[in-house]
């Protein structure tokens, strides 16, 4: 399976925890302000969500679990939950990952406020943790480092997706392994 998370801007965090726990056995984000830290996370069919100790109601997903060979495409402007996302398929499937490094807002959680004049600004509130209490990267590194090619593209063939197609070709059961 090949996904692409080129030009994905992210999105609500509860949905790609649950939707990487189609990939991995477990997804977990601690998130820490200066005041205080929540919990999500997805494991045993369960989503989960805890706020300063206290358990918040949880849903059940009947999710299929992918365990065949995967490959995630990325470029600068895969952001926010898309890199929590691919960092959670990379870390814990060893899933390659080709392209570009991402925007680098993975590690971080942001509100965006909008002014008068029409513009906005988006501020950090909190980071995102590990279970280990170990910090994400800023950004997903690829594995395999590639840039789209427009000219390629403009002729009507993905060089990044034609490169995903043959790792996951040449692949036995094993890829992940092999990564």
């Known amino acids: 399976m090949v996904i692409d998370l080129r030009n ?4 609500v965090l509860s949905e790609c925890l649950v939707g990487a726990g189609a990939f991995v056995k477990e997804t977990y984000r601690r998130l820490q302000d200066n005041m205080r830290s929540s919990e999500q996370g997805y494991k045993d069919g369960y989503y989960y969500s805890r706020l300063g ?4 109601p949880q849903y059940e997903v009947q999710a299929a679990y992918w365990n065949g060979p995967v490959v995630v495409l990325v470029n600068e402007r895969t952001a926010s939950c898309a890199e ?19 925007a680098g807002v993975g590690n971080t959680a942001t509100i965006f406020l909008r002014l008068s004049d029409g513009s906005g600004l988006q501020i950090t509130t909190s980071r995102a943790q590990r279970k ?5 990267p800023d950004r997903v590194t690829p594995t395999l480092h590639l840039s789209d090619d427009w000219y390629a593209l403009a002729e009507g063939r993905d060089l990044l997706l034609e490169k995903a197609v043959e790792l996951l070709m040449s692949a036995d059961v094993g890829l992940e392994r092999a990564w």
């Open 132 to 136: 280990d209490g170990s910090f994400y």
């Open 8 to 11: 994905n801007g992210g999105g």
């Open 84 to 102: 929590y996302f691919t960092f959670d398929l990379q870390e814990g499937r060893q899933a390659p990952v080709i392209g570009q490094p991402t």
């Open 53 to 56: 100790g206290r358990e918040r």
